[in-house]
């Protein structure tokens, strides 16, 4: 069986292919470039260098999630779109058994760590049992002082990966007392890979889906959903629906004015987005770059008082 394999789900964008069991060539990029830019062109060269035609393809699999909520609806999309053409089902694979599937290490607890930030993380905790990956706790997203207690109460050496362990190892070193270790950098970032031949395994389990139905799996509502939930519980839903309020119940200023978006917005958007999405954020070349496509329509909210941008939207 022929799977074509895909992860968007943090920074590394990545493709492999795996043939009967056997890993035949995977594409990893793991630099700040716009997933939607490369995804495509990384696919398209591993099959022409693996000499493998789509039709040789007999099902998809992909990061299913947690991780980047932009890089997920990439990903997402992407099998979507393949699959329904194609005709083949989707394989999801959970973003943190496939992250801990590139480390091999008997007796002891494997814990992926990706930042869920405000000190919150993406995590689960496994074990081998033989060649298998065993799940000891589930795929959650909790904070980082919890995670530590029930590793200490655990009491059983632990390998961190992820790219958690970056931005938590000073907290890790400071909190946890059992005998700890940390992947190498080739190692702790997500590889289509191992999504691969775990895909593999899921499939033979009967553990798939067709394209139409795949949703990733984000394991936390998105700031829209968020204010959507906090505005049912207040009771003020039908003021969210007009428009009237946005987070933290500020009203929409009189004074905005919504017109199309321009190069120079790119650097004011480009620090706005820093704030908010961090190493995620596009930077201001993507901001500038986006005004010139063709297929692109941005707009942005500027308070014609101050001169600040409030916000920007816009599709491909």
């Given at each position: 069986m022929t799977i074509l394999a895909i992860d968007s789900s943090a920074l590394p964008v990545s493709s492999a292919i795996v043939r009967d069991h056997r890993l035949t060539a995977e594409f990893t990029i793991s630099l700040k470039l716009t997933h939607s830019e490369t995804l495509m062109p990384l696919i398209h060269d591993i099959l022409e260098k693996s000499g493998t035609e789509l039709k040789d393809i007999?099902?998809?699999?992909?990061?299913?999630g947690p991780g980047s909520f932009t890089g997920l609806r990439i990903g997402s999309a992407t099998v979507k779109g393949l699959g329904e053409a194609l005709?083949?089902?989707v394989i999801p694979v959970p973003t943190l058994k496939a992250l801990s599937y590139n480390v091999f290490c008997p007796d002891t607890l494997i814990v992926p760590v990706m930042d869920a930030r405000r000190q919150n993380t993406y995590t689960a905790i496994y074990e081998y049992e033989?060649?298998?990956?065993?799940?000891?706790?589930e795929q959650c997203i909790i904070p980082l002082s919890g995670l530590l207690e029930k590793l200490n109460t655990m009491g059983k050496k632990v390998i961190f990966t992820g790219d958690g362990t970056v931005s938590?190892?000073?907290k890790i070193e400071e909190t946890l007392e059992v005998p700890h270790y940390f992947a190498p950098p080739h190692l702790y970032m997500q590889k289509a890979g191992a999504v691969a031949v775990l895909a593999e395994k899921l499939f033979e389990e009967g553990k798939y889906t067709d394209a139409a139905s795949h949703r990733p799996d984000y394991l936390k509502l998105s700031q829209a959903e968020q204010e959507l939930k906090s505005a049912k519980s207040e009771g003020r839903l039908a003021d969210l629906a007009e428009g009237t309020y946005i987070s933290k119940k500020k009203k929409i200023s009189d004074s905005l004015i919504i017109r199309q978006m321009k190069k120079e917005d790119a650097r004011e958007l480009a620090e706005t987005e820093k704030k908010i999405f961090g190493k995620s954020a596009w930077s201001e070349n993507d901001f500038v770059e986006t005004t010139a496509l063709e297929y692109a329509y941005y707009l942005v909210a500027e308070d014609s008082i101050s001169g600040r941008i409030a916000g920007v939207c816009g599709y491909r």
């Open positions: 007999e099902a998809l699999a992909v990061s299913g005709n083949i089902p033989g060649e298998n990956l065993k799940t000891l706790m938590f190892r000073d």
